[in-house]
């Protein structure tokens, strides 16, 4: 599953479910918004993804470009 932020129009496809086990979550900043802030709302979404519907983080990472 992909979870993509501004992903207002939720699709049968990609969705979410009872059933899922892999989640892909992406937060996405853009313009002035600081990696670290970035990495911080990454770690709160997955906190409470483990805390409400369990599961493992397995890997996360902030990829950014500096200048």
């Keep these: 599953v992909i979870c993509w932020d501004f992903n ?3 699709a ?3 969705k979410i ?3 899922t086990t892999d989640v ?3 937060v996405d900043g853009c313009g ?3 990696a670290e802030d970035v990495q911080e709302t990454l770690d709160l979404a997955a906190s ?3 805390r ?3 599961g493992i983080l397995e890997r996360s990472a ?3 470009r500096v200048g």
Excluded: F
């Design 48 to 50: 409470r993804i483990i």
């Design 52 to 54: 409400y519907s369990g």
């Design 24 to 26: 892909l979550l992406i």
């Design 8 to 10: 207002y129009g939720d």
């Design 12 to 14: 049968d496809a990609t």
């Design 32 to 34: 002035t918004i600081q």
């Design 17 to 19: 479910t009872l059933e």
């Design 62 to 64: 902030v990829i950014y």
